[in-house]
């Protein structure tokens, strides 16, 4: 039986900040963000809208009444959950009316969390061939005002609805995981923001990813030359880049250049964007899908997904016949330009106005999905 990826959609906040901008307004030179991590854009997002209004929006614009009525499962990858015990799925649930005989539940593993739940979503569609199951991951990637992981800060969701006879990205059971314990990144509970141990981070990334495919090729026998392209978790555009180059190396200059130009591709919309954490990978598969030039059905693309602390994840798919016909570059280039650019002032106040759920209150938002009313601790989203 073919699974995987049917439909494919993101969303990001309707605001953004200009990473010149940031760059003059903390004294750094903006090519220390335009180059060194390689971000033009950051997403921004007011308190009024959370991983449930992204994750609506993502999930709201693709899917039919028919979708609706046969969606049996919603997971939602996340470490940027709004309730330590109910999951942000319910909600969901419930806003985009899927039919109520359903699974709805959150995955949290730093970044990994949404790949925990797009193979979940295999499995289960594989058992149940008739069944849909909506995986998003949203997420908001925060660091504090003037913090070293400011720069590489984000907001946003991606949706996948998983299926049988998919009509993008026919997901393959080759996969190699990992895992290890170690302290890179991680968010004690009571904690605002996350810790971060820099170097460690991008160590442990790179090497992370050296061995699930060193650890494929061995047990696939696989080679580069088997791929189309490799689409990764995106923390920041050079991160990826950085694991990929560490492949390479043993390369002929022309496989060099092709995977590179796709990389290129992967990181078009994360330019823009900035950090989704979970999503991060599946919007580099979005645009690596949109903008290259030279992608066709049958072809392997391979997926890295990497969540801190540590787990990561080397799987494989197979574009569909007509994959292109399904995508939505043109709305996703609309969602993109006709976002706000924030002065620095308007974004570090916007920053700091958090959502305090201890009163009551109200807001005019007219976002779809955004935040109407805060009472008795409960989150009353626009419908």
């Not at 949203?138 to 996948?160: F, H, N, R, W």
């Not at 991008?202 to 026998?221: A, G, H, P």
């Amino acid at each position: 039986m073919n699974v995987g990826i049917d439909k494919i959609n993101f969303y990001v906040p309707p605001y953004y900040v200009d990473m010149t901008e940031l760059a003059l307004a903390r004294n750094v030179d903006p090519n220390k963000f335009l180059l060194g991590i390689g971000q033009e854009q950051m997403a921004v997002n007011p308190k009024t809208q959370d991983i449930v209004t992204f994750a609506a929006n993502a999930a709201k614009r693709m899917l039919t009444p028919e979708d609706l009525a046969t969606i049996d499962m919603i997971i939602v990858g996340t470490e940027s959950s709004i309730d330590e015990s109910k999951a942000s799925a319910v909600v969901l649930h419930r806003l985009l009316g899927v039919q109520p005989f359903a699974r709805s539940f959150e995955i949290k593993e730093a970044c990994y969390g949404a790949t925990a739940g797009l193979q979940l979503a295999k499995n289960h569609v594989s058992a149940n061939p008739t069944s849909k199951v909506l995986v998003i991951a949203t997420d908001i990637a925060k660091y504090g005002l003037q913090s070293g992981g400011e720069p590489t800060q984000g907001a946003g969701a991606v949706a996948m609805l998983i299926s049988q006879n998919p009509r993008i990205l026919k997901l393959e059971n080759e996969t190699v995981m990992l895992t290890q314990d170690i302290y890179d990144f991680w968010r004690p509970v009571g904690h605002k923001y996350p810790m971060v141990d820099g170097p460690l981070s991008n160590e442990t990334y790179v090497q992370s990813f050296q061995k699930v495919w060193t650890r494929y090729q061995e047990k696939y026998q696989r080679h580069l030359t088997d791929f189309a392209a490799l689409a990764f978790h995106i923390p920041y555009t050079k991160m990826g880049k950085k694991a990929l180059l560490a492949i390479l190396e043993n390369e002929t200059e022309g496989e060099q250049t092709r995977m590179l130009e796709q990389y290129e591709a992967s990181i078009t919309y994360s330019r823009r964007v900035g950090n989704l954490y979970t999503g991060s990978l599946y919007l580099g598969l979005i645009s690596l899908l949109e903008n290259s030039n030279s992608l066709q059905a049958n072809q392997r693309i391979g997926l890295f997904s990497y969540g801190s602390g540590a787990v990561c994840e080397l799987f494989s798919g197979l574009l569909v016949e007509g994959f292109e016909t399904y995508l939505e570059k043109d709305a996703h280039l609309a969602l993109l330009e006709n976002r706000q650019a924030l002065s620095m002032a308007d974004y570090e106040t916007m920053f700091a106005d958090d959502l305090d759920t201890s009163i009551t209150a109200s807001f005019d938002d007219l976002t779809p999905f955004s935040i109407q009313h805060i009472e008795n601790t409960i989150r009353v989203y626009r419908e």
